[in-house]
């Protein structure tokens, strides 16, 4: 909530107002008995030519609520030394929001006065505290009137959707949030609502929300703050291949499993009798064992990992021996041809061979198909 500088080029902010300005102070938090100053009030004068004696404690109606960003306080001790002032602001409930730290004003010399500069962020603020007499001979509070608006936004993101939740604030003006993904309004929820759902989002993937709040002023619907949420969805966890083979060699098993299809696989990992052999995912759903004990049961299970590097669950169990009797093949021995290949080759003969095949049969049944029409007409007539 807080961020202290000691940078007075930045206090008064064109967009700021003085919200002391003009406000009574009272002798206590019902504001009931003002204090009357025997002159007129001008501890916000430019000129800071004035000094107002404060008694302790002293309290301040804003009037309305506000957004504070800064203050000044020029002010010297007022009975006695080592006087230690500070302010406290309240939120229209009257509960505590934000609190300065404790200083000395000095001594009773003008000379000696403390000037205080402080930046900081308080939010919905309506009453002020001051504790600690002094004589103040300036005290300005700059900020803007409070915009009501939402906090405490979270976000729990799941493969496909994503849970938002948030606290409203306690306003009347405060009138529902608009909810963007990107630069779409996708939702609009009601005042009563502190809750919102996304759907049909993709896994894996980051999304840019934003959260507006409105409220209702001189009966204008105006937006107040915008709150950026970043989400990254879940990568969904895959589950393993359905089947696994595993085929014996002589010191040595050839596994093979079934693809698994999902645009978020990177890879396969395989166990044997519970421990991973591969380093890193394998792309390929093709292993070769090598270095094995023949007439040894070796169990095999293979898993699937996404791209975020999560493991889903491993297959059942699949068990063989190697054996020095096992017929041997080759499987790492490539074919010459793709079979795209050998099936362009084969088609492309049969465009050329096939007109041939065709005049040829239609010589050699040239003269019975001939005959046969012929008896054929003969026997009509």
């Known amino acids: 909530m807080l961020s202290s500088m000691f940078s007075f080029s930045v206090l008064t902010k064109a967009d700021d107002t003085n919200v002391f300005a003009n406000k009574k102070i009272y002798k206590e938090f019902d504001f009931i008995n003002h204090i009357e100053p025997r002159h007129s009030y001008k501890i916000n004068d430019e000129s800071d030519s004035t000094s107002y004696v404060m008694p302790s404690p002293s309290f301040a109606d804003l009037g309305t609520n506000y957004d504070l960003s800064s203050l000044r306080i020029l002010a010297k001790k007022n009975l006695y030394n080592g ?157 393993p291949p359905e089947n696994v083979y595993i085929t014996p060699q002589d010191k040595k098993i050839v596994i093979t499993w079934d693809d698994v299809k999902s645009p978020y696989l990177q890879g396969y990992n395989v166990y044997i009798d519970g421990k991973k052999i591969n380093d890193k995912p394998l792309t390929s759903n093709k292993l070769i064992v090598k270095n094995l004990e023949n007439d040894k049961s070796y169990k095999v299970q293979v898993s699937a990992v996404n791209k975020n590097d999560v493991e889903g669950e491993k297959s059942k169990e699949v068990s063989e021996k190697p054996s020095s009797d096992a017929l041997e093949v080759e499987y790492d021995v490539k074919m010459p041809f793709d079979p795209k290949d050998v099936l362009g080759v084969v088609m492309a003969f049969l465009l050329i061979v096939g007109p041939l095949i065709l005049l040829g049969l239609a010589i050699r049944f040239h003269k019975p198909i001939i005959t046969f029409l012929y008896n054929s007409i003969q026997k009509k007539k």
């Open 83 to 239: 006087v230690k002032f500070n302010l406290i602001f309240y939120d229209s409930e009257k509960k505590e929001l934000y609190s300065t730290r404790k200083f000395d004003v000095g001594s009773s010399a003008k000379s000696d006065v403390l000037e205080y500069k402080d930046n900081f962020t308080v939010k919905n603020v309506r009453y002020i505290r001051l504790n600690g007499g002094a004589t103040l001979y300036d005290l300005k509070i700059f900020g803007s009137v409070y915009r009501p608006s939402i906090t405490n936004l979270k976000g729990v993101a799941n493969d496909n959707d994503a849970n938002f939740s948030w606290s409203n604030p306690i306003d009347s003006t405060f009138k529902g949030v608009k909810i963007y993904k990107g630069s779409n309004l996708i939702a609009t929820v009601d005042p009563g609502e502190s809750s919102y759902t996304v759907s049909n989002l993709e896994a894996g993937q980051e999304y840019d929300f934003k959260f507006i709040s409105t409220y209702e002023k001189d009966g204008t619907i105006l937006e107040s703050e915008t709150i950026n949420k970043k989400i990254e969805t879940k990568m969904p966890v895959i589950k």
